[in-house]
């Protein structure tokens, strides 16, 4: 059984700082790409990060660049989102998502890309 578990979330003031992580079990996903999303109350799901297969290949959401970083570890099948700068429109759950296609070299940006989806973890930024 394939799961996705986020960890990492919780209370942040303004301009702090969080690192989420996601951990990957029942397969492998080194050959396939990961992503972050998120949704606030009363929106969409929208996607924020998303990294490649070897990490060669990133996207980032407008509002979250050169605030927020993505990276992996394909040895210990976790992905990872370091989000700094934090600000209230931060404040939302955070899924973490993979893509079964195998080696793309640009990760999707879209909810349709992904195949695999984690339960969610709060992130919550008080100003």
């Known amino acids: 059984q394939v799961q996705l578990v986020e960890s990492g979330g919780g209370l942040v003031q303004a301009g702090g700082s969080l690192r989420l992580s996601c951990a990957a079990s029942?397969?492998?996903?080194?050959?396939?790409?990961m992503g972050w999303f998120r949704q606030a109350p009363g929106k969409e799901r929208e996607s924020v990060a998303a990294i490649n297969w070897s990490g060669g290949s990133t996207y980032y959401a407008d509002s979250v660049k050169g605030r927020f970083i993505i990276s992996r570890d394909n040895a210990k099948n976790t992905v990872y989102l370091q989000m700094n700068r934090l600000n209230s429109e931060d404040t939302a759950v955070y899924y973490c998502?993979?893509?079964?296609?195998?080696?793309?070299?640009?990760?999707?940006?879209?909810?349709?890309?992904?195949?695999?989806w984690g339960q969610g973890t709060q992130v919550t930024v008080s100003s």
């Open positions: 998502a993979a893509d079964t296609r195998p080696f793309l070299s640009v990760p999707g940006s879209g909810n349709n890309d992904y195949d695999y």
């Open positions: 029942g397969r492998t996903f080194s050959r396939n790409a």
